[in-house]
């Protein structure tokens, strides 16, 4: 009798057990069609045996294995089940999330054969100086396909609009596609920089890297990490393997994409984030999974790639919350890297010009080596200046500092750009009553409804829930009502009066939120069509902005006294990175940060560049209070929408935990830092050890009690290394 056992999408945390056929060759790692229920459904086998534990009569039969893709080796299993393990998330649902949506259907999927392009008879005909002088791209397509035929790869290279080129180039009849004879064999390095001497110690120390590694490569903004990472590319690549390079944000892959495809043109790239359809992704995930492509460039999902001749993991930007997932499996994709690095037995880099506590204290006890970039790479480029300008005294009506005024004012004249950085989109976070002091809460949430003066809508950002401006108080019939605090729409809004003839660009959410439209922007700004930037986080990571040497940051402050304990480690990162726009070309940057608190140590260390100042503070103080990385935690979160069912649940829940008598400190419950979300009331618990063991040792405890629990109404679950309260 053969048995396997199937991990299934279904909320248990169990693995199936199958018959499968004599005739019906299988193995471990393989996707196979099962009856569950009423249903045939798409499961991966985690495991063979000869016997089961329930009745003969219960098992039923495997209807089909799947045979379109290889099986997910057994590293990957390892992995998944680590992951189910640790973050205490059922396997079926860890396994199946892992896998394209594709793949979790039983049609079968293809790797589609690459493409190579080369002239057809017609575009051999052309004569290039006859074209339009502005189908720039088309015809640096067109001269490169006269020396011969290219793969797609190599065309995307060429620019970042060059597919879109290709097609218009194809559909005129110039470019034809065939099917591509082996894949390209030839490998192209394109050096562009002379490594300094800390970029070449830093890839050095990597490239002598035997088996697991990890490194921290800490370097401020601008030393030149991105060519730290080129480099270390170029011998992994050289020697045949694969590189994952994980990146916090979708926003900057198709930026990094291009850029790693013009300095290895002739290596198989791919990306994978959810910004790509399904067909794309798959595709994709073929590709790194055939081992064809060689770098594989993603946000956090990609971690759970299988990549056959994986050699190398990087992070960038390493300390970004986004790399936590927040719902479902709630991994955190930095430590899940880690994991797969130490298995694989290879190095992994974490890079960051802000490291997080967690990584940066690993290095300093010894467990990460860490690696320094202390200077900016090219030789004209300097750290900006920063200063702050005390407000506690100043009346600013539209928040801004006639200091700043007239420093965007100097910028103006001389032709530079300036940013002014504030991470509130919107026109101004509540709406007032001047009469009652009525305020423009949400129906739904313990959160207010946010002044959207473009559209004169009332918005809540937490579940979307919207409304016109009211004409008068609702509460009180009052027509005066106030915008209170400011977002990005009202300082566009003042600095276009200020300065009627500066152009001036927000880029937020709302101003980006149709596709392409960040990509346009960014031309713009890189054209240097615009004078004045106003925006969010979005602007503040990762863009190199030549003619940009003024940074205004508006309101920071609110985060210096926050009840959550990473608010002030999050905003030192943001500046950071924010002030690291200004400068990066040949003129000076300056970074202006308006504040009440301006010998507060985070602005003191920000002012002297001294992260190692600030995270010494920092570390001080979380060793004091008994917070991570100086403890391990896990919160237990519980919503819905009757209050009594909601803290009967964590009464039982905590008295659970209490009772089990482990090395754990048990907190008691509390509510969220939003309490009511959409009409859900939201509770959490928080247990904590000193010991990760320990408390993984409860959790294999703890977890089956929550389970036993009636919870029918509730939405409940486990975080484990939880990054938001
Ligand atoms: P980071 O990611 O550390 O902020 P980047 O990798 O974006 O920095 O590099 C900043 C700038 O320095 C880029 O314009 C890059 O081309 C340039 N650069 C990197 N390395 C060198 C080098 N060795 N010599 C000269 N310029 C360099
Ligand atoms: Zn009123
Ligand atoms: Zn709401």
């Known amino acids: 009798m053969r048995i396997v056992r199937v991990a299934l999408d279904v909320p248990l945390s169990t693995l199936f057990d199958y018959y499968v056929a004599e005739n019906m060759p299988v193995v471990a790692g393989q996707r196979v069609v099962v009856p569950f229920g009423h249903r045939q459904v798409v499961g991966v086998v985690m495991e063979l045996a000869a016997s089961s534990d329930f009745a003969a009569t219960r098992i039923k039969e495997v209807v089909q294995v799947l045979n379109d893709v290889s099986p997910l080796p057994a590293e990957m299993l390892k992995l998944l089940r680590f992951c189910s393990d640790y973050y205490h998330h059922p396997v079926g649902m860890t396994v199946l999330s892992a896998l394209p949506t594709r793949l979790r259907n039983p049609q079968a999927v293809v790797l589609k054969q690459a493409l190579t392009y080369s002239l057809s008879d017609s575009g051999k005909a052309l004569d290039l100086d006859q074209l339009p002088k502005r189908k720039q791209v088309q015809l640096r397509i067109l001269r490169a396909l006269q020396e011969g035929s290219l793969s797609a790869a190599q065309i995307k290279a060429i620019s970042a ?49 035997q088996g697991f590694a990890a490194f921290l490569l800490h370097g401020i903004t601008g030393s030149g990490k991105t060519e730290v990472y080129v480099h270390l590319l170029q011998q992994i690549l ?12 979708i926003n900057l892959t198709p930026q990094l994409e291009y850029y790693f495809r013009s300095r290895f043109p002739d290596t198989e790239l791919v990306s994978l984030h959810s910004g790509l359809n399904e067909g794309e992704r798959t595709q994709n995930w073929l590709l790194a999974q055939s081992g064809r492509a060689r770098i594989i460039l993603g946000t956090r999902l990609a971690v759970f790639t299988p990549l056959p001749n994986l050699a190398l993991i990087i992070v960038d930007e390493e300390h970004d919350a986004s790399f936590k997932q927040q719902d479902g499996l709630h991994y955190s994709a930095r430590d899940v890297a880690i994991f797969r690095a130490n298995a694989r037995a290879v190095p992994i880099v974490l890079g960051s010009a802000t490291p997080s506590l967690e990584s940066y204290y690993n290095a300093k006890s010894g467990r990460y080596t860490l690696l320094k970039l202390t200077e900016r790479a090219s030789q004209l480029a300097q750290l900006p200046s920063v200063r702050c300008i005390n407000i506690s005294n100043e009346l600013m009506p539209e928040g801004i500092s006639q200091q700043l005024l007239s420093a965007l004012g100097e910028r103006l004249l001389r032709g530079e750009q ?104 960014r031309k713009q700004i890189q054209d240097e069509a615009v004078d004045i930037l106003v ?10 902005f030549h003619n940009l040497t003024l940074v205004c940051v508006l309101s920071p402050d609110s985060a210096l006294y926050s009840g959550d304990f990473r608010a002030s480690e999050k905003l030192f990162a943001q500046l950071a990175q924010v002030s690291g726009r200004a400068g990066r070309g040949d003129k000076p940057g300056e970074v202006l940060v308006q504040t009440a608190f301006p010998e507060h140590p985070l602005f003191r260390a920000l002012r002297a560049h001294d992260y190692d100042a600030w995270a010494a503070t920092l570390l001080t103080e979380r060793e004091q209070a008994g917070f991570p990385p100086f403890v391990y935690q896990v919160l237990l979160r519980c919503e819905g929408k009757q209050e009594a069912e909601v803290y009967e649940f964590m009464r039982q829940a905590r008295s659970a935990a209490t009772g089990l008598v482990m090395q754990v400190e048990v907190y008691g419950v509390v509510a969220a830092a939003m309490p009511r979300r959409a009409n859900h009331i939201r509770v959490q618990l928080l247990v904590q050890s000193d010991a990760r063991k320990s408390l993984q040792q409860f959790l294999r405890k703890w977890q089956p009690l929550l389970e036993a629990i009636p919870a029918k109404q509730l939405r409940w679950s486990v975080d484990v290394d939880p990054l938001e309260f």
Request: with cysteine; charged share 20%; aromatic share 4%.
């Open 238 to 249: 050289q020697r045949g393997g694969q590189v994952l390079l994980l990146v916090p944000e």
């Open 418 to 521: 300036s940013l002014v950085f504030i991470n509130r989109r919107g026109y101004a976070p509540v709406l007032m009553c001047t009469a009652c002091g009525w305020l423009s809460g949400c129906p739904n949430c313990a959160g207010k409804m946010v002044l959207h003066l473009k559209d004169r809508r009332l918005r809540c950002h937490h579940c979307g829930h919207q409304t016109r401006v009211p004409p008068a108080c609702p509460s009180c019939g009052n027509a005066d009502l106030q915008p209170v605090g400011i977002g990005t729409q009202r300082i566009e809004t003042a600095l276009q009066a200020h300065f009627p003839d500066a152009r001036i660009l927000r880029v937020d959410r709302d101003s980006t939120r149709n596709k392409g439209t960040w990509n346009a922007m």
């Open 161 to 209: 609009t060059a597919p879109a080129a290709l097609k218009q180039l194809i559909e005129a009849g110039w470019v034809e596609a065939g099917e591509a004879s082996a894949p390209c064999a030839k490998f192209t390095f394109n050096e562009e920089h002379r490594l300094t001497a800390e970029q070449q110690a830093a890839v050095d120390a990597v490239n002598r890297a």
């Open 535 to 544: 925006g969010t986080q979005m602007l503040a990571k990762g863009h190199d």
